[in-house]
């Protein structure tokens, strides 16, 4: 599966930003999908994932109340809406692909900048 992320910007603090990701090639709809983000000089962290039917989701704290992960198996694209955004949600964001038990496919990111 490929994946392309887009919907990444320059926002100023307290603002929204929603990120798509759209999936081709094999067929997603029945993989977990997820987004993570990596900040400059940071590791690669997880931000959210959702199951194949988008009726489970998990976040990490930190954007717990946030960001909400949602999916759209008809156009197979998955999407990050993300408010109340903060200086520190600055990072390259990712998209990702989870079959079985590990993330196996990676979009290519999209930038995220948070002005204070």
């Known amino acids: 599966v490929q994946l392309q992320a887009c919907g990444g910007g320059l926002v100023q603090a307290g603002g929204s930003l929603r990120l798509s990701c759209a999936a081709s090639g094999r067929t997603s709809s029945s993989y977990t999908m997820g987004w993570f983000r990596q900040a400059p000089g940071k590791e690669r962290e997880f931000v959210a994932r959702i199951n194949w039917t988008g009726a489970s989701t998990y976040y990490a704290d930190s954007v717990k109340g946030r960001f909400t992960i949602s999916r759209d198996n008809a156009k197979n694209t998955v999407y990050l809406q993300m408010n109340r955004l903060k200086p520190e949600d600055t990072a390259l964001y990712y998209c990702?692909?989870?079959?079985?038990?590990?993330?196996?496919?990676w979009g290519q990111g999209t930038l995220v900048t948070v002005s204070s």
């Open positions: 990702a692909a989870r079959p079985g038990s590990t993330w196996t496919a």
